[in-house]
């Protein structure tokens, strides 16, 4: 069972460039998480969706944007690639609504970005 | 905003022995989560508790929500140098789309 995959591993931007982080997931999960981790810091969150075709702000959306066209993928692009970019980038799931366990977040191994 | 304040920052300790570490938060959860990340890895769910009170073990490790709903402890006793990473507690207050609230982490290194 593969759970959430993420790629790629490691990315090295130029300032300016951009690219897209791929997340997918294979427990049916209908939310779905991007989060930043910068040192000493806990993870922040980027973007959420709760199901296909629906996504929403979290607490730093600024320079990112998403879409979900299917239950498995959730991807985050970077249009214009800035140094404070520079992250570690986690992809999460959880499960949907109604059970006990439908606030634990699963994470992908994650992708370490560098903005040079 | 909710805000997770976890404690201690860094733990340096002897294989064998006993580790304590908590997180408080200035408002209410009704769910805590502890996590543990291993250096390049994502973090991996290690506990998680529903019930003020709640004492749950897994294996060598016993998390705690505490009855104030604003705090939760998390104990791993005889420790192994393979505890080595980095724990983070979690919380939610319930939000309908399930958001986490995380601590900073505390980074667990142990000598054999």
């Known amino acids: 069972n593969a759970g959430v995959t993420q790629t790629p591993k490691f990315r090295i931007l130029k300032i300016g460039q951009s690219m897209t982080l791929q997340c997918t997931q294979d427990?049916?999960?209908?939310?779905m998480y991007w989060y930043r981790q910068d040192p000493g810091m806990g993870l922040k969150l980027i973007y959420y969706?709760?199901?296909?075709?629906?996504?929403d702000k979290g607490e730093v959306p600024n320079g990112y944007n998403v879409s979900r066209s299917t239950t498995e993928d959730f991807p985050l692009r970077l249009e214009l690639a800035a140094p404070s970019q520079t992250s570690v980038y986690f992809c999460?799931?959880?499960?949907?609504?109604?059970?006990?366990?439908?606030?634990?977040?699963?994470f992908g191994p994650g992708t370490r970005l560098t903005v040079t | 905003g909710q805000q997770l304040n976890q404690s201690p920052q860094s733990m340096f300790i002897q294989e064998g022995e006993d580790v304590s570490m908590n997180c408080t938060s200035s408002?209410?959860?009704?769910?805590w989560l502890w996590y543990k990340q291993d250096p390049g890895e994502g973090p991996v769910l290690l506990i998680a508790?529903?019930?003020?009170?709640e004492l749950t073990s897994n294996g060598r490790l016993t998390a705690q929500f505490g009855i104030t709903r604003k705090d939760s402890f998390l104990n791993i006793s005889a420790s192994i140098p393979s505890d080595v990473g980095i724990y983070f507690c979690?919380?939610?207050?319930?939000?309908?789309?399930?958001?986490?609230?995380f601590g900073q982490g505390t980074i667990l290194t142990v000598h054999p």
């Open positions: 408002s209410i959860f009704n769910t």
């Open positions: 999460a799931s959880k499960p949907n609504p109604g059970g006990r366990s439908s606030y634990e977040q699963y």
């Open positions: 508790l529903y019930k003020a009170g």
């Open positions: 979690a919380g939610s207050g319930g939000t309908s789309y399930g958001k986490l609230t």
């Open positions: 969706s709760v199901g296909a075709g629906i996504t």
């Open positions: 427990m049916n999960h209908n939310y």
